[in-house]
Nanobody
Framework: QVRLEESGGGLVQAGDSLRLSCIVSGLTFRSYVMGWFRQAPGKEREFVAAIHWSGGNTYYADSVKGRFNISRDNPKNTVYLQMNRLKPEDTAVYYC???????????????????WGQGTQVTVTS
């Protein structure tokens, strides 16, 4: 069965950094586009970043571009989100996602075939 397990969230101050990890099992990892989403209280889940199966192409929401970096280690079935210069508005539950198609993550905010993790809480204080 497919499993996505996030870790690395926590409570930090504005300007600090965190690195989130997502370990994937139950699918052919390198055949999937991986992504990160986040959801704050009272808001819809929003796209944060995605990385293609090859690791050569990355995509970011404008709100995090230049601060966050997504990467993947295919032999370890792991995707990372390095978050730098964190802001209070980054506070949210962060979710790892996997899909066969890039547009399902970057344009559709997930589709019927998207696989989701349980989420990890990131809280940034001012």
């Amino acid at each position: 069965q497919v499993r996505l397990e996030e870790s690395g969230g926590g409570l930090v101050q504005a300007g600090d950094s965190l690195r989130l990890s997502c370990i994937v099992s139950g699918l052919t990892f390198r055949s999937y586009v991986m992504g990160w989403f986040r959801q704050a209280p009272g808001k819809e889940r929003e796209f944060v970043a995605a990385i293609h199966w090859s690791g050569g192409n990355t995509y970011y929401a404008d709100s995090v571009k230049g601060r966050f970096n997504i990467s993947r280690d295919n032999p370890k079935n792991t995707v990372y989100l390095q978050m730098n210069r964190l802001k209070p508005e980054d506070t949210a539950v962060y979710y790892c996602a996997a899909d066969r198609y890039l547009v399902s993550l970057t344009e559709s905010a997930g589709g019927i075939e998207t696989k989701w993790g349980q989420g990890t809480q990131v809280t940034v204080t001012s």
